[in-house]
């Protein structure tokens, strides 16, 4: 089974970011300003139209690539103007003129996401790197895996390009670069061959 990312908007919910101090204080930074509910719309019109393009292929190499079945027929996808996208509630935020970054972080989300809808397997492999990566901080365990995996879906579907973006962008923060740098070291086909046969047992 293949689902459907399903994007909607709720006022209700936006305006929990939209009031944010914390969100209102990083636009200020940045000079920007949070988009209004009909700017949040249109750009939902023009990411889903782009998004479908790629989603079939996307979501078939996300649970080929990690051996775990979709649970879900259909996936709602929240879209807010700003703030720090997740899995559950699937939340992502617009990105300007960006469709690309919009298109990879909901691909990171969706990883989670199959991931959640297979948390006893899962859990099989959380506590192997609990116990290997005892060191690292729970961000990076939690991303080791699924780095691997975009790190994949990145290199088999896409210019090289979008990789490398891929990587700037998470090097900004500590905890995800460090996920990256395993990924890199241990091999992204290495992690992912070792998470079929932990989750297998």
């Known amino acids: 089974?293949?689902?459907?990312?399903?994007?909607?908007?709720?006022?209700?919910?936006?305006?929990?970011?939209?009031?944010?101090?914390?969100?209102?204080?990083?636009?200020?930074?940045?000079?920007?300003?949070?988009?209004?509910?009909?700017?949040?719309?249109?750009?939902?019109?023009?990411?889903?139209?782009?998004?479908?393009?790629?989603?079939?292929?996307?979501?078939?190499?996300?649970?080929?690539?990690?051996?775990?079945?979709?649970?879900?027929?259909?996936?709602?996808?929240?879209?807010?103007?700003?703030?720090?996208?997740f899995s559950e509630p699937l939340t992502i935020r617009t990105?300007?003129?960006?469709?690309?970054?919009?298109?990879?972080?909901?691909?990171?989300?969706?990883?989670?996401?199959?991931s959640n809808q297979n948390e006893r397997l899962y859990m099989k492999w959380f506590r192997y790197v609990k116990k290997t990566y005892s060191k690292e901080a729970r961000t990076t365990k939690t991303h080791i895996f699924l780095t691997a995996v975009h790190w994949k879906i990145l290199e088999n579907m896409f210019p090289k390009k979008r990789l490398e973006i891929q990587i700037k962008n998470h090097a900004k923060f500590s905890e995800y670069k460090k996920a990256w740098e395993i990924a890199e070291k241990e091999g992204k086909d290495s992690i992912i061959e070792k998470f079929k046969q932990i989750t297998k047992k």
């Open 1 to 85: 089974m293949v689902p459907k990312i399903e994007f909607r908007y709720s006022d209700v919910y936006d305006r929990n970011y939209r009031e944010s101090e914390k969100i209102q204080k990083y636009l200020e930074k940045r000079k920007e300003k949070y988009p209004d509910r009909k700017e949040i719309i249109n750009y939902i019109k023009k990411a889903e139209k782009l998004w479908r393009k790629e989603e079939k292929k996307i979501l078939i190499e996300i649970s080929r690539i990690t051996g775990l079945k979709w649970k879900e027929k259909r996936i709602i996808c929240y879209v807010i103007g700003c703030g720090q996208p």
């Open 95 to 114: 990105y300007g003129k960006d469709f690309e970054i919009f298109i990879d972080t909901l691909t990171h989300e969706l990883i989670h996401q199959i």
